[in-house]
């Protein structure tokens, strides 16, 4: 008989959070905090969504996206898991930049940036603070109509090596482009200004494995291998039950960090929703996807310090589509060194590019395998210039595509960044819709990323404990 | 509850989302904000430990009376005119 991952579960909980990427397991944990039962499942064999980590022959151990969240991150962790969590967190201060245009270190700091952009790049001075205090006022409820590209055309007429040093690093966090709302730049370009770029000492699977042993502490039942097949609503369409791994689980309520438009047209079902919604969801555009190259060198080897971030690039100018491009010419290098894992003697370098799902989804079995190996030959040789004899030195090379992420996310198209701008609005509307349902997870482009991803889970989990706590008695 | 038991509910929970804060000379009449780094996610936690604690519930509108301690004060005197001050602090 199959084991029943769903063994001990009672057949009833408050909240069942669907989904353990950080806005889920941020919210499972406020929400249990807050004194609800909890229940949060999870299809795969671990937790973390994208914030994941997986393990090779000889102990190598890759991160999937651990490199590079903004320093509000420390805060959250503090407030809504623990000191220790918040403790781990460091500062990642080599990030470089190396294209035809410009190559360069940098801290990724307001100051350091001001400095680059008033002595490198000849920008005046209060261009530049003007354009600071810009992006740093935005806030959601501004104008959403201007876009990213005539923001920077206000400040750098004509000057794509900054719209470049600008924009790159943004896409790379978040996916977003010169199209996507001005607002959506300036909100996460400024968090990152305030304090650099910033990774978790242990690595993913610390962070992950402490996040759990916290949620354990405030009575989250936790289970894996638990896929969601339904969200049961009754004839008021409000939330009554899930359905996981075929079995019916009464709830009050329900936090998917699902994919959200799979949370609202699978999982619901759009017969329970009004046409408006439905097709406003259907509009709802999912973010590109990615393809990352892993690399190990053979235990005992290493490499001198080269940046922890590196932007390479051999495109003129910055090209959102050459970048989702199959023909790859900008790569994001992230290098870890064995400090990052204390008591590690690994050097691993992952190289991450924007991609898209149909440009792998679609290839015959020879065709995508062969694909995988030419995106492994090129990033090598891409690599040599910065770890030379990278080849002979690597003892573990292997790629993932969107293809990879789909599976391993069930998120559709593989999309590695949840959803453009108008997703946040449908997300923050579910719950009219069907009360009882909420939905938490990377959308907006504001709301992505680690920390947009944990301070969603909260914005969420505080939007379910008002749904939950009865109205006090008047007299 | 009284004016100053308010005040001290709203102290307490202060100081638990902002631990590396002096709050001994909080000035009343002054915004939060332009006293202590305090972001829109802070302002949620201190309407969620109020619902917590409390069971009060703060519509989004309303955020606006928390700006001071003594707008925050006021606004919460009717609310928990009725409610006994807590033992030990909230949480």
Not at chain 1, 42 to 55: D, I, P, V
Not at chain 1, 67 to 80: D, E, I, L, N, T
Not at chain 1, 416 to 432: I, R
Request: hydrophobic content about 40%; overall charge negative.
């Amino acid at each position: 008989m199959p084991k029943d991952f769903l063994k001990g579960v009672r057949d009833r909980y408050d909240v069942v959070v669907i989904g353990s990427g950080l806005a889920g397991l941020t919210a499972a944990n406020t929400l249990a905090r807050a004194g609800y039962s909890v229940l949060l499942l999870e299809h795969h064999y671990q937790l973390g969504g994208m914030a994941t980590w997986f393990k090779r022959r000889h102990g190598h151990i890759f991160d999937i996206s651990l490199h590079g969240f903004p320093y509000g991150m420390v805060k959250s962790c503090r407030k809504y898991w623990t000191q220790e969590i918040a403790d781990s967190i460091v500062q990642l201060k080599g990030i470089r930049f190396e294209n035809p245009q410009f190559s360069l270190w940098t801290t990724f700091n307001r100051e350091d940036f001001t400095r680059i952009l008033t002595e490198r790049f000849g920008i005046p001075r209060e261009t530049v603070v003007a354009f600071f205090d810009a992006a740093r006022r935005m806030n959601f409820y501004d104008d959403q109509h201007t876009t990213t590209r005539e923001f920077f055309e206000q400040f750098f007429p004509g000057r794509d090596d900054v719209v470049r040093l600008l924009m790159e690093p943004i896409t790379y966090a978040n996916g977003s482009s010169l199209e996507d709302p001005a607002i959506t730049y300036g909100i996460v370009f400024s968090n990152f200004m305030s304090k650099g770029v910033f990774t978790f000492r242990g690595g993913t699977d610390q962070l992950i494995r402490l996040m759990r042993a916290e949620m354990e502490r405030n009575g989250v039942e936790i289970r894996i291998r638990s896929l969601v097949e339904r969200i049961e609503v009754d004839a008021q369409r409000r939330v009554r039950a899930v359905w996981a791994n075929g079995r019916r689980i009464a709830c009050r309520a329900v936090v998917s960090n699902a994919n959200l438009k799979q949370t609202i047209l699978e999982l619901v079902g759009e017969q329970h929703l009004d046409r408006d919604f439905v097709d406003e969801t259907r509009a709802v555009r999912l973010n590109s996807s990615s393809c990352q190259v892993y690399i190990a060198l053979k235990p005992g080897d290493g490499f001198d310090y080269v940046g922890d971030l590196l932007f390479h690039s051999e495109h003129r100018g910055f090209d959102f589509d050459a970048m989702l491009s199959r023909n790859i010419s900008s790569r994001t290098f992230s290098f870890y060194y064995p400090d990052i894992r204390p008591g590690s003697d690994r050097y691993l370098i992952v190289s991450s590019t924007n991609a898209r799902y149909e440009d792998w989804a679609h290839l015959s079995p020879e065709e995508y395998r062969r694909s995988k190996q030419d995106l492994i030959d090129t990033t090598l040789d891409c690599l040599e210039q910065y770890v030379p004899d990278i080849r002979r030195r690597a003892d573990h090379v292997e790629a993932s595509t969107p293809c990879t992420f789909q599976r391993y996310t069930r998120h559709w198209r593989g999309a590695s960044f949840g959803t453009k701008f108008e997703g946040l609005k449908v997300s923050k509307e579910l719950p009219q819709q069907v009360p009882g349902l909420f939905h938490a997870g990377s959308v907006g482009i504001i709301m992505s990323g680690w920390l947009g991803a944990v301070n969603y889970g909260v914005i969420v989990a505080n939007e379910v404990d008002k749904y939950l706590t009865p109205a006090p008695v008047r007299v | 509850m009284t004016r100053d038991q308010i005040r001290q509910v709203i102290l307490d929970i202060l100081a638990k989302i902002a631990p590396d804060e002096d709050l001994s000379n909080l000035k009343d009449d002054v915004p939060f904000s332009e006293q202590m780094e305090l972001d829109s996610m802070d302002f949620l936690d201190i309407v969620m430990e109020l619902r917590k604690g409390y069971r009060i519930q703060i519509p989004e509108e309303d955020y606006q009376h928390l700006t001071t301690m003594e707008s925050t004060v006021t606004y919460l005197e009717p609310l928990l005119k009725d409610v006994e001050s807590p033992a030990k602090p909230a949480g």
